[in-house]
């Protein structure tokens, strides 16, 4: 499959620059992007293989980004998208889900969190054309 591109969004510096040190350590081409614009635009351009968003972010929010991964699929590819958000009450985890979102993370959480996840995704994406 090659080396993994995983994009991530999130509209703090500080969270976005340690989630891309972790995740670039563990193996894993990395993509950034701090408000949801940027990330639309570099999801098109990118074709990451995994999608890390977080939901409050200026211009597009993480669920914008996320209806926009779902009602335009990149070709023939599957791309998961993990919610990570301090947003953690049952109807924003459902507004996850009922958009199609494949894991949600609250926040605060562990980067090693983060990267189990990518790697439980990175573990689905065969699957899904079997």
Request: hydrophobic share 45%; proline share 5%.
């Amino acid at each position: 499959m090659g080396a993994i591109k995983v994009l991530l969004a999130d509209d703090e510096e500080s969270i976005l620059e340690i989630m891309a040190r972790k995740v670039g350590d563990a193996g894993y081409g990395v993509v950034t992007a701090n408000n949801g614009k940027t990330a639309w635009e570099k999801i098109q351009a990118e074709e990451p293989d995994v999608i890390i968003l977080d939901v409050t972010m200026p211009g597009l929010n993480g669920w914008e980004v996320l209806k926009h991964v779902r009602s335009n699929p990149a070709p023939k590819k599957w791309q998961p998208v993990i919610i990570v958000s301090a947003l953690d009450q049952a109807d924003h985890l459902k507004q996850g889900f009922d958009l199609q979102a494949d894991h949600y993370i609250s926040k605060p959480c562990r980067i090693e969190d983060i990267i189990r996840s990518i790697r439980l995704m990175v573990s689905l994406i065969p699957m899904r054309y079997a």
